[in-house]
């Protein structure tokens, strides 16, 4: 009788031989960081939660986390990726707990995915961003959303406290958060145009102060996309070459019937 045992170290190569064997696909992540700076400029608190994504980018991860004075019960980011886009969506629950007025700490929240190949390169792209603050009692004179692009795969974050630079088609909005429901201004908005690169980073980042409220909620919702430059501009371009189509057909007429 053969026992199945006396194989089992023969099983144990071939499937270690199978898995060092078998190509592995990249994995996109994402970095979640939410930072407490205080009125001087002193960070107060960082935390940074890390996640990984399906091979083209899109995914969802979660951040919960008290974070200096402020607790942070819920931060999402979902990334879709699609034919010619990817986009960005967030939604930042916060509660503050801590002075107000001219010494209020300042929340920053930074969500960065990297390996994005959608849009394809080459070609010109651009990115539009919205955002939209709620309150359950929170005040905060200044809120700011930025959305950009960055060239290659940027895995780290720069120092905390500030946030990174040499975005492509970067969008701002800005505005408060007091009222029972508010937008970012412009709301949408629409970056330069910019040439994609493959592969790219997504860069969202979200910065809230000047609080007027200690011990309330507040929250924010947003959304990017970057996508190909909108088609009307390559219709109006076709039709710029129409008049020499035209021509060109007018002689090529001209000849055949001048022809004995």
Not at 46 to 71: C, I, K, Q, R, Y
Not at 197 to 220: C, D, E, K, R, W
Not at 254 to 259: A, D, E, F, G, M
């Amino acid at each position: 009788m053969i026992r199945f045992r006396n194989f089992l170290p023969l099983v144990a190569v071939l499937v270690g031989a199978a898995l060092l064997g078998a190509p592995t696909q990249a994995h996109a992540s994402f970095i979640i960081r939410a930072t407490d700076v205080l009125s001087d400029g002193t960070v107060n608190a960082t935390v940074t939660e890390t996640g990984m994504s399906a091979p083209d980018g899109s995914g969802f991860l979660m951040f919960n986390h008290p974070v200096g004075n402020f607790s942070i019960p819920l931060v999402t980011h979902i990334s879709t990726t699609g034919p010619g886009f990817t986009s960005a969506s967030d939604t930042v629950n916060i509660t503050y707990n801590g002075p107000t007025g001219a010494n209020s700490d300042k929340l920053i929240v930074e969500v960065l995915g990297y390996d994005f190949i959608n849009p394809t390169a080459p070609g010109a792209s651009v990115i539009s961003s919205n955002g939209s603050p709620s309150t359950s009692g929170l005040l905060a004179s200044s809120v700011t959303m930025t959305s950009g692009v960055l060239a290659g795969n940027v895995t780290t974050l720069g120092p905390a406290g500030t946030t990174l630079s040499g975005q492509l088609g970067e969008t701002t909005g800005t505005g408060s958060m007091g009222s029972a429901s508010s937008v970012l201004t412009p709301n949408q908005v629409t970056g330069a145009q910019f040439s994609i690169v493959n592969t790219f980073s997504f860069y969202q980042t979200y910065t809230i102060n000047g609080f007027g409220h200690s011990g309330q909620a507040g929250s924010l919702s947003a959304g990017s996309t970057v996508s190909p430059v909108p088609e009307p501009a390559a219709i109006v371009l076709a039709m710029a070459g129409l008049p020499v189509l035209a021509v060109g057909g007018w002689l090529r007429r001209r000849k055949t019937l001048q022809t004995p």
